[in-house]
C-alpha cells in the first residue's frame, strides 16, 4: 500500500478506502444536523421549472405529454406538459435477484428513481444543469427589458438574437456538458463544453449535432473544469457553470425532494419515524447528490437517510468528508488512480461547496469496485427490463451492504437512484448489457468493509 499522508493513517477506515477495497461507513452517531442557510433556494428552483414548462411542452414535443406514472403523481404536469420528472417504480424482481446473489433478504421495499430517464438530456444532469441555465436566460431577459415570466419571451427571434451574444461554458465529464449544451442551444446561446478525457466519443458527437462547441481535453474532469474557467473569465459575456461551487446547479438537484414527495404519496408509501427512507445516490463531484440530500432533508427531516455511493478507486467526497480536508485532498492523495468505467463519477477531488455545507447531512459512505457497477447494469436488464449506463447502478446493492442489523431501525423503503442512460446510443447500450450480464454473479464480492461509528 502507498504512504498515506501521515495524519491520516491512523484511521481505519482512510486505510481501507486506500487499499482500493469497497468499503461502508455509517454515520449512526451523527448528530441531527441544522440545515445550511440556504434561503429558499428549492423553492425558487421550483417555480423556476414551473415558469419554463410550457417553453419545454413547445420546445421539445416528446415532453409535451407526460408519461401516465407522471401524471397521476403530477395533476398539474398533465395540464401543462413540459415537466421535466422521472418515475418512482417499484423494483421487486432486482429485489428478488439482488437477495439470491447476495445470500441476504433485505427487510423493507426496493424502488428505483428513474432519472436515467429524465426527458431531454436523459439523466440526473437535467435537474441542476437546466436549472442553472434557466437562471442565466431569465437574467439575460431581465437586463434586456423584457418579460422574464412570460414563457414566449425565450421563443422570439429578439431574445433569440440577444441568447446568441452569450456564451454559456461549462466543464464535464460528459452529462452535465450534455444538459448545458442541449438546453443552451436551444434557447439560442453559444456553448461552449471542455471534456475531460474520459467523455465517451458519442456525448462529444451529439453535442456537436447540436451546434455546441466541444473543446476536448486530454487531461481529468478538473483539468476541463479549469479550461473552462479560463475561458469564461476572458470573454465578457461569457457564463461559467461551476460544478465545482454552484449554488444554481445545486438548486435545481433540489427540486427532485419536492418531486419525490409527491410521487411517495401517489404510490402509498409513508415516509415516518415507523416507515423510514433510505436514499442511494451515485456521486461524483457530489453537486446532484449534494443538492438532492439537501431537498430531502428539508422534506423529510430525521426520517430519510441519504448515502452516498462511488467507486472505489474515485471516493472523493467519501474521502473528503471522512478526512475534514475536502476539496483539500484528492483521491491520487491515498495512492488511488481516479479511474473508473463509471464516467459521470470519474472524479478526484470533491466539490469545494458540498462537502462543507451538506457533508453533516450525509449517513452513510459507499465505495464500490467497477466489475459491481458493471454488474449492476445486467441485473437492471435481465430483472426489470431497464437499460442503463454504468453509473447509474452505484447504489444497486449497497442496501444490502449496510451491515445487520441493519443500522437504522425502521427501515421501510430502500430508494436506489438511477442517474443517466436513455441517451446511450444503442450499440454502446448493448455492450454495457451484455458486459454486466457476463459479470452478474460478481455483484456479491469483495465483500465491503464496514465501519460504524
Ligand atoms: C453527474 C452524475 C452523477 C453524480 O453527480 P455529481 O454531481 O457529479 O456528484 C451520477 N450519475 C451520473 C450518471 C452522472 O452523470
Not at 423556476?48 to 410550457?54: C, I, K, L, S, V
Not at 450534455?178 to 456553448?191: K, T, V, W
Not at 461524483?284 to 423529510?300: A, D, E, S, Y
Not at 483539500?328 to 461547496?353: C, E, K, M, N
Request: aromatic share 6%; glycine share 12%.
Amino acid at each position: 500500500m502507498s504512504a498515506l499522508p501521515p495524519d491520516l493513517s491512523d484511521d481505519a477506515v482512510i486505510r481501507s478506502l486506500a487499499t482500493g477495497a469497497p468499503t461502508t461507513w455509517i454515520r449512526n452517531a451523527l448528530a441531527e444536523a441544522a440545515l445550511p442557510e440556504l434561503g429558499d433556494v428549492m423553492d425558487g428552483a421550483a417555480a423556476r421549472f414551473d415558469r419554463f414548462a410550457p417553453w419545454f411542452a413547445a420546445t421539445f414535443p416528446e415532453t409535451a405529454t407526460p408519461p401516465p406514472g407522471i401524471a397521476a403523481a403530477f395533476p398539474e404536469a398533465a395540464r401543462s406538459g413540459g415537466f421535466i420528472e422521472s418515475p418512482l417504480t417499484p423494483a421487486p424482481a432486482a429485489q428478488e435477484c439482488l437477495g439470491d446473489l447476495l445470500g441476504a433478504r433485505l427487510s423493507g421495499q426496493l424502488w428505483l428513481k428513474r432519472d436515467d430517464a429524465l426527458p431531454v438530456s436523459g439523466s440526473i444532469k437535467a435537474r441542476g444543469g437546466f436549472h442553472e441555465v434557466l437562471e442565466f436566460a431569465e437574467a439575460v431577459a431581465a437586463d434586456h427589458g423584457l418579460d422574464v415570466a412570460d414563457p414566449a419571451t425565450y421563443a422570439s427571434a429578439e431574445f433569440r438574437e440577444i441568447a446568441a451574444e452569450h456564451r454559456i461554458v461549462v466543464g464535464s465529464t460528459g452529462n452535465l456538458g450534455l444538459s448545458i449544451g442541449i438546453l443552451g442551444a436551444r434557447l439560442g446561446f453559444a456553448a461552449s463544453v471542455h471534456m475531460s478525457a474520459d467523455a465517451r466519443a458519442w456525448k462529444k458527437t451529439m453535442l456537436r449535432d447540436h451546434g455546441v462547441e466541444v473543446i476536448e481535453h486530454t487531461g481529468d474532469f478538473v483539468e476541463a473544469v479549469e479550461a473552462g474557467r479560463a475561458s469564461a473569465a476572458a470573454d465578457g459575456q461569457a457564463h461559467f457553470v461551476d460544478d465545482e461551487d454552484s449554488v444554481s446547479l445545486f438548486a435545481g438537484y433540489s427540486v427532485a425532494a419536492l418531486r419525490l414527495a409527491r410521487q411517495l404519496e401517489a404510490a402509498g408509501i409513508t415516509v415516518d419515524g415507523d416507515h423510514r427512507l433510505v436514499v442511494y445516490l451515485p456521486c461524483g463531484i457530489g453537486g446532484g447528490p449534494g443538492g438532492v440530500t439537501f431537498g430531502l432533508k428539508r422534506v423529510f427531516g430525521d426520517n430519510v437517510r441519504c448515502v452516498f455511493v462511488e467507486p472505489s478507486q474515485a471516493p472523493a467526497m467519501f474521502l473528503g468528508v471522512r478526512s475534514g480536508r475536502h476539496s483539500d485532498i484528492a483521491v491520487q492523495d491515498i495512492g488511488l488512480t481516479g479511474a473508473t468505467a463509471a464516467d459521470g463519477l470519474a472524479v478526484a477531488r470533491p466539490s469545494r461547496f458540498i462537502g462543507p455545507t451538506i457533508g453533516p447531512l450525509i449517513s452513510g459512505f459507499a465505495s464500490v469496485p467497477d466489475d459491481v457497477i458493471r454488474a449492476g447494469v445486467g441485473v437492471l436488464h435481465e430483472t426489470e427490463g431497464i437499460d442503463v449506463e454504468p453509473s447509474a447502478t452505484a447504489g444497486l446493492s449497497i442496501p444490502w451492504r449496510l451491515g445487520a442489523p441493519a443500522p437504522w431501525p425502521n427501515v421501510s423503503t430502500h430508494l436506489v437512484w438511477l442517474t443517466g442512460g436513455a441517451m446511450v446510443p444503442d450499440d454502446e447500450r448493448s455492450h454495457y448489457v451484455v458486459e454486466g450480464i457476463g459479470l452478474m454473479d460478481r455483484i456479491a464480492g469483495p465483500a465491503s468493509a464496514i465501519f460504524i461509528d
